[in-house]
Nanobody, 118 residues
């Protein structure tokens, strides 16, 4: 069974940067939307950003101007460049990939911890 593998999380000081990446462990065909979500303790999992196959992007208001989502369609990989990180960005970050017609399947990563603290 194909899984999404995330990397790039860790501990960073306020104002610092991290770059997350997410790629499938095997082949997934016809990926449409890729995205990043995050979940802080005792909170719901929320959308951070997503990007369509045509490179249209959408961001949560809280990260606009600080985070940038991008993708490499040849590698089925999605990235999240996070700049000017703040303590409120601390969460487990999950990637999600969804295929288009006809399968409409959804894949999730296992999550990577991002901690912003001095």
């Amino acid at each position: 069974q194909v899984q999404l593998v995330e990397s790039g999380g860790g501990l960073v000081q306020p104002g610092g940067s991290l770059n997350l990446s997410c790629a499938p462990s095997g082949s997934i065909f016809n990926i449409d939307t890729m995205g990043w979500y995050r979940q802080a303790p005792n909170e719901e999992r929320d959308l951070v950003a997503n990007i369509t196959r045509a490179y249209r992007t959408n961001y949560a208001d809280s990260v606009k101007g600080r985070f940038t989502i991008s993708r490499d369609n040849a590698k089925n990989t999605v990235y999240l460049q996070m700049n000017n990180l703040q303590p409120q960005d601390t969460a487990v970050y999950y990637c999600k990939q969804r295929t288009g017609w006809p399968t409409y399947s959804t894949y999730w990563g296992q999550g990577t911890q991002v901690t912003v603290s001095s």
